[in-house]
């Protein structure tokens, strides 16, 4: 069964959460339940590092998707960072780069979005 490592740490005072491994229908919920997390005590920006994940598929896309939804009602971000270039890809195919902040480092997205 796929699986999917998550990691929770700050960076600079932001909320980090890493995740590694497949991203799909059975693994999404538990990325949704930690962003939810911080995103429901409305952090004013938190980070998804995903430079560790091998797979998304649909589900996974749109827990992000909802996750950047939830942050921008309430004037938050939500950042992602260390794309692999098949995550990448698939924002572009999909049509949804646009919505998202995208850094290469965790350093890069705090610098950015909080200047």
């Known amino acids: ?22 991203l799909n ?8 339940e930690a962003l939810m997390k911080y995103l429901k005590r409305r952090e004013p920006l ?8 091998e797979f998304m598929d649909t589900s996974g ?20 960072v260390g794309l692999q270039e098949r995550i990448a890809e698939m924002l572009e195919v999909t049509h949804v780069t646009a919505l998202f902040h995208i850094f290469a480092t965790e350093d890069e997205a705090v610098k950015a979005l909080r200047a």
């Open 1 to 22: 069964m796929p699986e999917i490592a998550l990691k929770e740490a700050a960076v600079e005072g932001c909320p980090t959460v890493s995740a590694s491994g497949e």
């Open 25 to 32: 229908i059975s693994t999404a919920p538990e990325l949704r």
């Open 46 to 53: 938190v980070l998804l590092n995903l430079s560790g994940l």
């Open 61 to 80: 896309l749109a827990t992000i998707i909802e996750a950047h939804l939830q942050a921008e009602r309430y004037g938050g971000k939500l950042a992602l």
